[in-house]
C-alpha cells in the first residue's frame, strides 16, 4: 500500500481540496516525534490552528483506516502517525517481493536525451570531467529507472584551434612517433607542449591558425595528420568510458556539423526574428528578455559556437523526437543555455521549453584550479589509478589472505564508488573541492562507507544462515533504530522521485548516507541473531531490506554494491 497516496485521497475528500493542491501541502516533518506525515491548514480558514482542530474531528467521526495510528494538532499543522506494526509488514513486504524493482514507480513515459561529457580531442578527461559524467551517468539510471525512455548522448569537440594547437606541436617535436602511452594521454603532452613554447615563441599562434584554415580548405595532409590523432585520442576516451561503466547511445563530432547552421540563421534573418549590426553581423535581439544581444554570425559570415548549438538541437529532435533535453554542463556555460534556449524558442522550436541545463559547480584541488595548458590538470585515468591504489592498501591492512585478482576487483570497485560518490553527495550547484585520501574513508560521507554498510548487511546474513522469510509474525519494532530504518525504507522510492524531477542525484547519495548510518546504529545496538526465533527472522528480514535498498541505492549512482570489503 502506497499509505501516502492513500492519506492524500482521504485528505481530498475531507478537504475538498484538489490531488494536487494535498499533495504539494503534504509532507514529511523533520523530527519523527512529529508524526510520519504533516498536513498544514493555512488553506482553511483564517485560523489555521482552529481549523487543524475541526479537521481532527472530521477525521476522528470518520472510520480511521487501519494504517493510521494517531493524529495529533500541533500548531496550524495536523501530524499523522502510522500504524507501526502495519507500516513494518507493508514495507518489508514489498521489498521482499520487488527486489531490485522496489522504487520504481508507474508514470508517464517520456522521450528523454541526456547530454554529458562533451571533451576536447586535444586532451585526455580530466577531474572536471569525473563530476560531469558522474551527474550524467547517474541521471540517465534514475529517470531509466522510473520507467522514462533515456538516452544518453555525447558532444566531441573534435575541431578548431586547440586541437591544431596539438597538431602543430607534433608536426614540429612528434617526430612521426607512434603513442608510447594511452592515446589520449600522449595527444594531450602535444598540447602541454605547445603551451609552453608558445610563451617563447609567440610565432606558434599565426602558425596554428594557418593550419586550421588548411584543415577547413580540406588539405589532404592536415585532414589526415587531423584524423590520425583524433583516433589516437578517441581510442584513450573509449578505455576511460569503459573503466568509468559509461557508454552513449550517440555520439555527435563538431567536426561533422559545424558549418550547417548558417541556413537556420539566415531564415531567421528573413523573419526578422535576427538582426544585423553595423558591420554586418547577425544578431539575436535578446535585452529585451533581460539577457545580452547575442551574434550568431560573424561579419565574415562564420559561425560560432551557439550558432553550433542550435543546429545540433534540431539535429537531436530530428534523431530522437525528445520530450525533454537535458544538458549536464558546468556553471561557467549558464548564459549560454539561458541564450540558446531563448533563441530557439524566437525561432518557433516547439521543443525549446523542454530543454534544461543540469548545471553544476567547478571541481578544485587542495591547491587551486586546475589549468589544462600549464600541465597541472588532475587526468581522469591518474586519479582512478591514485584512488585504487589507496583502496588496495585498505583492503592490504583488513586481510592478510586474499587473491591479488580479489584484490584489485575489490580495490578498483571502491575507487570508483569513492570518486563518484564524493562527486554526487553535494548539490550540482556548488563548487567542490577534490580529496583523495576523503573521499577513500571507509567512515563519514562517502561511497565505500555505504558499500562497507551493504557489505555488513550481507556478512550478517551469511553468519545467520537461515533463508529469509516474509510470511512470519511481524512484532512491534519499538526501538527508535528499528522505527528509524522502517521508515527510511518507505522514503526511497520518494527520494528517486525527488532527485529525477529536480534533475539531483545528490538527494538520493544523501538518503544513503542517512540509511547507512541508522542501519550502523540499529546494528551496533541490537542484537539480530538471538534465541527469540520470531524476532530474529523478523530483524533478519529487516536487514535484508536494509541490503536491498542499498544496492538498488548505488546502483543508480552507477556504483557497484560490493557483499565483501
Request: charged share 30%.
Amino acid at each position: 500500500m502506497d499509505f501516502k497516496q492513500e492519506l492524500i485521497s482521504l485528505l481530498r475528500t475531507i478537504t475538498q481540496l484538489k490531488e494536487e493542491e494535498v499533495s504539494n501541502l503534504l509532507s514529511t516533518p523533520p523530527d519523527h516525534k512529529l508524526g510520519d506525515y504533516a498536513f498544514p491548514c493555512f488553506k482553511l480558514g483564517k485560523n489555521p490552528r482552529e481549523e487543524a482542530e475541526k479537521l481532527k474531528e472530521k477525521f476522528t467521526k470518520s472510520t480511521l483506516p487501519n494504517f493510521i495510528g494517531k493524529i495529533e494538532v500541533a500548531g496550524p499543522y495536523l501530524n499523522f502517525f502510522l500504524n507501526q506494526s502495519i507500516l513494518a509488514a507493508a514495507v518489508l513486504k514489498k521489498i521482499y517481493q520487488e527486489q531490485k524493482f522496489y522504487g520504481k514507480q508507474k508514470i508517464k513515459a517520456q522521450r528523454i536525451v541526456v547530454e554529458y561529457c562533451g571533451p576536447n580531442t586535444n586532451k585526455p578527461l580530466h577531474l572536471g570531467h569525473l563530476r560531469n559524467i558522474s551527474l550524467g551517468n547517474s541521471l540517465v539510471r534514475i529517470l531509466s529507472f522510473q520507467g522514462h525512455k533515456v538516452s544518453p548522448v555525447n558532444i566531441v569537440n573534435d575541431r578548431g584551434i586547440h586541437i591544431c594547437q596539438s597538431m602543430l606541436a607534433y608536426q614540429k617535436w612528434g617526430q612521426n612517433k607512434e603513442p608510447d602511452k594511452k592515446g589520449d594521454h600522449f595527444v594531450g603532452d602535444y598540447y602541454v607542449l605547445f603551451a609552453k613554447q608558445v610563451k617563447d615563441n609567440p610565432e606558434l599562434k599565426e602558425e596554428a591558425r594557418e593550419l586550421l584554415v588548411k584543415w577547413e580548405q580540406g588539405d589532404k595532409g592536415t585532414l589526415a595528420l587531423w584524423k590520425k590523432m583524433n583516433k589516437w585520442v578517441l581510442d584513450g576516451f573509449e578505455e576511460t568510458y569503459q573503466r568509468f561503466g559509461i557508454k552513449f547511445d550517440k555520439d555527435y563530432f563538431e567536426s561533422a556539423y559545424y558549418d550547417l547552421a548558417k541556413e537556420m540563421v539566415q531564415e531567421g534573418l528573413k523573419t526578422k526574428k535576427f538582426k544585423q549590426d553595423d558591420t554586418g553581423a547577425v544578431i539575436a535581439p535578446l535585452e529585451k528578455y533581460n539577457l545580452p544581444d547575442k551574434v550568431l554570425l560573424r561579419r565574415d559570415d562564420t559561425s560560432i559556437y551557439i550558432t553550433q548549438d542550435l543546429y545540433l538541437s534540431a539535429l537531436r529532435y530530428r534523431d530522437f523526437k525528445f520530450d525533454q533535453m537535458i544538458y549536464v554542463v558546468a556553471s561557467e556555460q549558464r548564459l549560454h543555455f539561458q541564450q540558446l534556449f531563448k533563441i530557439l524558442e524566437l525561432m518557433g522550436k516547439k521543443y525549446a521549453s523542454n530543454m534544461h541545463h543540469l548545471s553544476y559547480g567547478l571541481v578544485h584541488l587542495p591547491s587551486g584550479r586546475m589549468k589544462s595548458r600549464e600541465g597541472n590538470v588532475v587526468d581522469a585515468d591518474d586519479i582512478m589509478d591514485e584512488v585504487a591504489e589507496l583502496a588496495r592498501k585498505e583492503i592490504e591492512s583488513r586481510h592478510s589472505n586474499i587473491l591479488e585478482s580479489e584484490i584489485k576487483s575489490r580495490a578498483e570497485n571502491i575507487a570508483l564508488s569513492a570518486i563518484k560518490f564524493f562527486m554526487l553527495k553535494t548539490d550540482p550547484v556548488k563548487d567542490i573541492v577534490f580529496n583523495p585520501e576523503e573521499s577513500m574513508s571507509f567512515e563519514g560521507e562517502t561511497g565505500p562507507y555505504v558499500q562497507y554498510t551493504h557489505a555488513r548487511a550481507c556478512s550478517i546474513l551469511r553468519k545467520s544462515g537461515l533463508k529469509i522469510l516474509v510470511n512470519i509474525n511481524y512484532p512491534e519494532f519499538n526501538s527508535a533504530e528499528e522505527l528509524n530504518l522502517i521508515k527510511l525504507l518507505a522514503q526511497f522510492k520518494e527520494v528517486i522521485e525527488k532527485s529525477a524531477v529536480n534533475q539531483k542525484p545528490h538527494h538520493l547519495a544523501q538518503y544513503l548516507i542517512s540509511l547507512s548510518q541508522a542501519f550502523n546504529e540499529f546494528y551496533h545496538k541490537l542484537p539480530v541473531i538471538s534465541e527469540d526465533k520470531d524476532l530474529m527472522k523478523a530483524r533478519l528480514l529487516l536487514v535484508d531490506s536494509v541490503r536491498q535498498v542499498l544496492a538498488n541505492g548505488l546502483n543508480l549512482l552507477g556504483i557497484t554494491a560490493l557483499e565483501e570489503m
